[in-house]
């Protein structure tokens, strides 16, 4: 669990500076989500309330599936 604190303006910026952040996990956990797994990030407010989640995942096309070869 990575927990990294700012002061923002509201939920636009929490979205926006979240949208910022979410590139290093990303880039740790890139591998991962190709296997299938997904990258969650959840941003919360000062008292631990849960403002909203980011949720990324990785999916094989037809082109790129094992029996497309």
Not at 8 to 24: N, S
Not at 38 to 58: E, H, P, Q
Request: aromatic share 4%; charged share 25%.
């Amino acid at each position: 669990m990575l927990a990294e604190a700012a002061e923002l303006g509201g939920l636009d910026d929490a979205r926006q500076e979240a949208a910022r952040r979410v590139g290093k996990p990303l880039q740790d956990y890139a591998a991962k989500i190709w296997t299938g797994e997904v990258l969650r990030m959840g941003v919360t407010d000062d008292a631990g309330l849960i403002l909203f989640v980011l949720m990324i995942s990785a999916t094989k096309s037809v082109a790129t599936s094992e029996a497309a070869g």
